[in-house]
């Protein structure tokens, strides 16, 4: 981002950063070209920060962690759906076959 010299003086007056001619002069000859005053290299400049890690790595292997003892639904779903209606059918089975019984 880019902004008039005269723009960053005032935004420095506002805050009360009061500059003389001679320290106004020493950043406009570092940081101002034909285009203004660079405001994103004083900023990183002036408060330096630490560039974000890359965590997708870290990231993913939490979740297969997490992941590893689970078995998903949508794995062999084909099987599951299958053992499920033999389930259902050896149940109603046996409460026929039982029902049977108690008939006289």
């Known amino acids: ?3 008039t ?4 003086f005032q935004a420095l ?3 009360e950063l009061h500059t003389t001619h001679d320290e106004m002069a020493a950043l406009e000859a570092k940081y101002c070209n034909d285009t203004g005053f660079n405001y994103m290299t004083f900023l990183s400049e002036l408060m330096p920060q630490d560039p974000p890690k890359f965590m997708y790595l870290e990231r993913l292997k939490g979740l297969r962690k997490t992941n590893e003892g689970k078995r998903l639904p ?4 084909k099987q599951d759906l299958e053992d499920l209606l033999l389930k259902m059918k050896t149940k109603v089975s046996w ?4 029902s049977r019984r108690d008939m006289p």
């Open 95 to 98: 409460c026929l076959l039982s």
């Open 5 to 8: 010299k005269y723009l960053f």
């Open 13 to 15: 007056t506002m805050l």
């Open 74 to 77: 949508e794995i062999d779903a």
């Open 1 to 3: 981002m880019r902004m």
